[in-house]
């Protein structure tokens, strides 16, 4: 809301209030601009593929533990911790081969676009 008492209206957005701020120092400064072309692809997320492949271990050594009778000398939760760390590395190493396999298969897919690059030199303290 503007007050009817003050000479300068309000401004009504942050940008607005840029463009009515102070403007009595002026700086000239240089920007330089260069265009070339870039290469833009899509790239998998290898966390979440190590991830998914933990599951999938945990999962395979749960079903690994109960699908085969259990023996005497060893308990039901100590033949699933066993089978609980192999899986587990097994499972991530697949996770990770299988983000390598589709980040090849992406890079096929990337194409070259037109790009500006634009750089401004930091103010100079006088």
Do not use: C, W, Y
């Not at 749960?62 to 000398?73: D, E, R, V």
């Not at 990770?96 to 303290?125: D, K």
């Amino acid at each position: 809301m503007t007050d009817p008492t003050s000479a300068e209206p309000e401004p009504v957005s942050k940008i607005e209030a840029a463009a009515t701020a102070d403007t009595t120092e002026t700086t000239e400064t240089t920007e330089t601009t260069e265009r070339g072309t870039v290469r833009v692809r899509r790239a998998p997320k290898l966390g979440s593929f190590l991830i998914a492949g933990l599951g999938f271990g945990v999962i395979l050594a749960l079903i690994a533990t109960f699908a085969f009778p259990s023996t005497p000398a060893f308990a039901t939760s100590q033949i699933f911790g066993f089978l609980l760390l192999i899986g587990a590395v097994v499972g991530v190493a697949l996770g990770a081969v299988v983000a390598l396999i589709v980040g090849r298969v992406l890079e096929g897919r990337s194409r070259e676009v037109s790009a500006e690059r634009a750089s401004t030199p930091p103010p100079s303290e006088s």
